[in-house]
Nanobody
Framework: QVQLVESGGGLVQAGGSLRLSCAASGRTFSYYTMGWFRQAPGKEREFVASIRRSDPSTYYADSVKGRFTISSDNAKNTVYLQMNSLKPEDTAIYYC?????????????WGQGTQVTVSS
């Protein structure tokens, strides 16, 4: 079983920055891809960014490209999301997720989420 714990959320003014962390634990943790998703009130959950363990290739939603950076520290089993130039529309609960193997077509482990609120 894999446990994911997000941290680093909070309240920030527009134009500010936050750094989210996602610490993974489990008996023999490994992953194919780790990602960040977000869900704003009244909206569906959406993809934000992901990083592949092997390359590490990174992918971003168009809405965050150039502002957000995903990175990983495999020795610590931790993935980060550096968020700069935050906008009110970035307000959401941010979730960390793991796709544990390449053959899986979806993310199979999810964290509880951390709230990010951007004030105008």
């Amino acid at each position: 079983q894999v446990q994911l714990v997000e941290s680093g959320g909070g309240l920030v003014q527009a134009g500010g920055s936050l750094r989210l962390s996602c610490a993974a634990s489990g008996r023999t943790f490994s992953y194919y891809t780790m990602g960040w998703f977000r869900q704003a009130p009244g909206k569906e959950r959406e993809f934000v960014a992901s990083i592949r363990r092997s390359d590490p290739s990174t992918y971003y939603a168009d809405s965050v490209k150039g502002r957000f950076t995903i990175s990983s520290d495999n020795a610590k089993n931790t993935v980060y999301l550096q968020m700069n130039s935050l906008k009110p529309e970035d307000t959401a609960i941010y979730y960390c997720a793991v796709r544990s193997a390449a053959w899986r077509n979806e993310y199979d482990y999810w964290g509880q989420g951390t709230q990010v609120t951007v004030s105008s």
